[in-house]
């Protein structure tokens, strides 16, 4: 079992671990911040439940069973961690949220110094590593904190459900997924291993023997309930910026084409080496710094190149927007390969405005560079030349 929620913990941590890296410029975001919280005492819930982790806490304090309100301690926390994130994730007026996250606090600690005081009053000297809740079901106190912990926690699952039957009326697109997710997870918590543990404890107060449900069924259950709870709320926020990251780097690499042709002219300054890494911002980097060399070769554009490329390709009978891009690729290679060469500008530059600085966004480029990559340079002396200012 310990394998089984090392695991769990694992995947919860790595979640956390990628929602929680940004820039170090930008603001910290109570959101953000709140869903990391969440996912990291879930994962310290199961990495402290283990067995193998128990057993080392209860030698290393010397007291029988002091992992027990050590996790329910935790899972407490993480109850009232998903009801703060819940108060962040929908909004609101700033005064309601913050009355909802310190009414979430108020109501969870004392509950946390209740599981502490119940244990130290109760007499559990032999230790349990896996069967706790049900071998101490009938001992005074530790009954008491066996109920108050799993009380504490259905509430905020229950809370947690209906906030999101009732939010899910009310959205669309990817929130909508993520409360799914959630509530799907809520429900195997409540089911898979509440429910577990409640029907244990209580055959044990029966005098019946049903522990295998709350040994063998809760455990993965619970795993699998809280994995799905944390990509509920890490899916709507990651996955439109790994689409962004991915659009970044496909569009970074249509453009380079068009850099190779233009790039040796350019003279915008480099961003940062840390700044380099991200996708998106390498891509705007690219684009400025292709305008940039697009109107350094701005005197050696020529119009006849254009208008005789453009009357070719609409003599092929390519459309209006597809001849007039190729027409421009068309003069954007020879600027290059006269300005590689250090030939005069052109006595009558061109006053036209290539498309693709009339869009905004990488687009524009984008075709310019298709189009590019299909145009030869004028001639091998001078794409040897670009060649060279590439190093």
């Not at 060399?293 to 609409?314: E, I």
Request: aromatic residues 8%; contains cysteine.
């Amino acid at each position: 079992m310990s394998l089984v929620v090392y695991l769990a913990g694992a995947v919860l941590l790595l979640s956390a671990a990628v929602l929680f890296r940004r820039p170090r410029s930008s603001a910290p975001n109570p959101l953000t911040a709140s869903t990391c919280v969440a996912i990291t005492l879930g994962a310290l819930v199961f990495v402290c439940s283990a067995p193998v982790t128990l057993a080392a806490v209860n030698d290393l304090t010397g007291i029988p069973n002091f992992g027990a309100p050590l996790t329910y301690g935790m899972l407490s926390a993480y109850s009232c961690s998903l009801l703060i994130l819940l108060a962040y994730w929908r909004g609101g007026p700033p005064e309601r949220v913050r009355r909802q996250v310190l009414g979430g606090v108020a109501g969870y600690a004392p509950l946390i110094g209740t599981v502490i005081v119940l244990f130290a009053l109760a007499d559990a000297p032999t230790e349990r590593l896996t069967d706790l809740d049900t071998y101490y079901a009938n001992t005074p106190y530790m009954r008491e904190m066996i109920v108050l912990y799993l009380l504490g926690h259905t509430a905020a699952i229950v809370a947690m459900a209906v906030v999101c039957v009732q939010w899910l009326r009310e959205v669309t697109g990817l929130l909508r997924t993520g409360l799914r997710l959630i509530l799907a997870g809520a429900l195997l918590d409540l089911l898979g291993f509440q429910l577990t543990k409640y029907t244990a404890v209580m055959a044990r107060w029966a005098g019946h023997d049903l522990d295998f449900l709350s040994t063998s069924v809760a455990p993965p259950m619970a795993a699998l309930g809280a994995l799905l709870c944390s990509a509920g709320y890490v899916l709507p926020r990651l996955l439109p910026a790994a689409v962004a990251h991915g659009r970044g780097l496909r569009d970074h690499r249509r453009l380079r084409p068009l850099w190779n042709r233009v790039g040796f002219v350019s003279v915008a300054p480099k961003p940062p080496v840390s700044w380099w890494r991200l996708p998106e911002e390498r891509l705007h980097w690219r684009e400025v710094a292709i305008h940039d060399a697009l109107l350094a070769l701005a005197p050696y554009f020529d119009d006849r190149v254009r208008s005789r490329v453009l009357a070719a390709a609409l003599r092929e009978g390519r459309g209006a927007h597809e001849a007039r891009v190729a027409a421009e690729a068309a003069m954007v290679a020879e600027a290059a390969r006269r300005a590689a060469a250090r030939e005069a500008p052109c006595e009558t530059p061109s006053t036209h405005r290539l498309h693709a600085t009339e869009v905004s966004g990488a687009a524009g480029l984008v075709e310019l560079a298709q189009a590019l990559a299909v145009t030869p340079a004028a001639d091998a002396v001078g794409e040897g030349t670009v060649k060279a200012f590439h190093g």
